[in-house]
């Protein structure tokens, strides 16, 4: 069975400031990645997801993240960051040939003036 | 994308109590979901609702404290019966559409047990 391990609980960051929250998984099949961002008091938003081909995908709100298989992990990105940035942001797991997602523990950023 | 919509948006309830959750889609959906994340927790997937048979629950979750409807292809219920402060999380139904790899969620039940 998959599993999602993210890495840190917390991440405060400044304003402005890069960013990387880290995601782990483990599986004995192909997958599909996903990054969500829950801001507080509202549901799930997707971010960006990798299905397959290029490695490095883009999603809404400037970030990114890379998929590297040999060290099955999914990082999640962002060059610059925003106050409006502050929320949980959730790694998630599909089996290609699953149907439902794993996710992961979340990751708090907050981002500090 | 599709829009989702939930009701209630929160709730708070008595212990013994039940509660029936509504999730609804503006558009027709191959598979429905429905997830609970427990207060400073992940979600854990409860169930997959399937439309004109019985739900699929995962492990640690029975039809008897949440059982589940899916009479169409637009609309769903979760009922959380018996309530414990236990269950006080938040609920929420996703939904995958046809061809779609990604899941969208709607915007959750908040649900406070007395």
């Known amino acids: 069975a998959q599993s999602v391990t993210q890495l840190d609980s917390q991440v405060p960051v400044f304003e402005e400031a890069p960013v990387e929250l880290r995601c782990n998984y483990s599986?004995?099949?192909?997958?599909?990645l996903f990054w969500y961002v829950q801001y507080p008091n509202q549901g799930l938003q997707l971010l960006l997801k990798?299905?397959?081909?290029?490695?490095l995908v883009k999603g809404i709100n400037g970030f990114e993240a890379e998929f590297n298989k040999s060290q099955t992990s999914f990082h999640l990105r962002k060059p610059s960051v925003h106050i409006s940035d502050t929320a949980e942001y959730f790694c998630a797991v599909s089996e290609t040939r699953a149907q439902k997602l794993v996710f992961g523990q979340g990751t708090r950023l907050t981002i500090n003036p | 994308s599709a829009v989702i919509s939930q009701k209630p948006s929160r709730d708070i309830c008595q212990r013994g109590t039940s509660l029936t959750i509504q999730c609804q889609v503006d558009s027709q959906v191959t598979m429905m979901f429905w997830y609970r994340q427990q207060p400073g927790q992940s979600l854990t997937l409860i169930a997959t609702?399937?439309?004109?048979?019985?739900?699929?629950?995962e492990s640690g979750f029975v039809i008897d404290k949440f059982p589940i409807s899916r009479p169409n292809l637009t609309f769903s219920t979760l009922t959380v019966s018996n309530m414990s402060p236990e269950d006080s999380s938040i609920y929420l139904c996703?939904?995958?559409?046809?061809?779609?790899?990604?899941?969208?969620f709607g915007p959750g039940t908040r649900l406070t047990v007395l």
């Open positions: 996703s939904v995958r559409l046809a061809g779609a790899r990604e899941q969208f």
């Open positions: 599986s004995s099949v192909s997958v599909y």
């Open positions: 609702a399937n439309q004109g048979s019985e739900a699929t629950y």
């Open positions: 990798y299905l397959s081909g290029s490695t």
